[in-house]
């Protein structure tokens, strides 16, 4: 089955900089890759996705590439605000399953 | 639209009951799946379903565990008997249509405590 690697497990940016999170995956035939907000005791919510015939995707501050050859996709926010500290999770799905496999987390905290 | 809908939003019962969860899909959705959530295993598939179909089970963990869709609108997730290991919180999501490529979204999850 699908397995997801997700780095770094927690992220402290400061307020204004960047911030990038990093998965790999490890089936060639997974073919989407959600990307998920979490905010404490609440449900994942879906912030941004990008399917495997693109490379790159923009929605504001968010964006996510992917490298297909490489397994690899990542997510990167600019201009971090202290609205974006939460629990953030890649997935993949494909090879004929519709679950997704997540991977274990990252907690973005952003300093003031 | 109201959303995915869970209930309870929590249940706390004693090692050895049966526990049901109940998740109420987005309606015109095709496809529902039961996610747990814990510390140590993070998000984990347990089961989905399409167009009220079981489609892939293998997450789930053992027979206590079993899963229905009886019709488009309701499904549920039942222990019986429940161990305190199933501690967790699980999380019913829809989508809209089947196969891969499809937003999922999720509920706002049924915190259990088995004590």
């Known amino acids: 089955g699908e397995n997801v690697e997700q780095h770094p497990s927690t992220l402290s940016v400061q307020e204004g900089d960047s911030a990038v999170i990093k998965c790999t995956y490890s089936d060639s035939a997974s073919n989407y890759f959600p990307w998920y907000k979490q905010e404490l005791g609440k449900r994942p919510q879906l912030i941004i996705d990008?399917?495997?015939?693109?490379g790159e995707k923009k929605d504001q501050r968010i964006a996510v590439t992917l490298n297909k050859t490489a397994k690899h996709f990542s997510l990167h926010i600019t201009e971090t605000q202290p609205e974006d500290s939460a629990v953030y999770f890649c997935a993949a799905q494909g090879g004929g399953a519709d679950g997704l496999t997540f991977g274990k987390g990252t907690h973005l905290i952003i300093q003031p | 639209d109201a959303g995915v809908i869970q209930s309870p939003r929590h249940e706390v019962t004693e090692m050895g009951q049966e526990v049901t969860l109940r998740c109420k899909p987005i309606?015109?959705?095709?496809?529902l799946f039961w996610y747990r959530q814990t510390m140590m295993r993070g998000l984990e598939l347990l089961i989905y379903f399409n167009n009220n179909v079981p489609i892939d089970d293998s997450g789930m963990p053992e027979d206590r565990f079993s899963a229905k869709m009886p019709n488009a609108s309701f499904s549920t997730l039942k222990i019986q008997p429940s161990e305190p290991r199933d501690s967790a919180v699980y999380f019913c999501?829809?989508?809209?249509?089947?196969?891969?490529?499809?937003?999922?979204?999720f509920g706002p999850g049924t915190r259990l405590t088995v004590t």
């Open positions: 990008i399917r495997s015939n693109v």
């Open positions: 309606s015109g959705h095709n496809s």
């Open positions: 999501a829809s989508s809209p249509q089947t196969g891969s490529m499809a937003e999922q979204y």
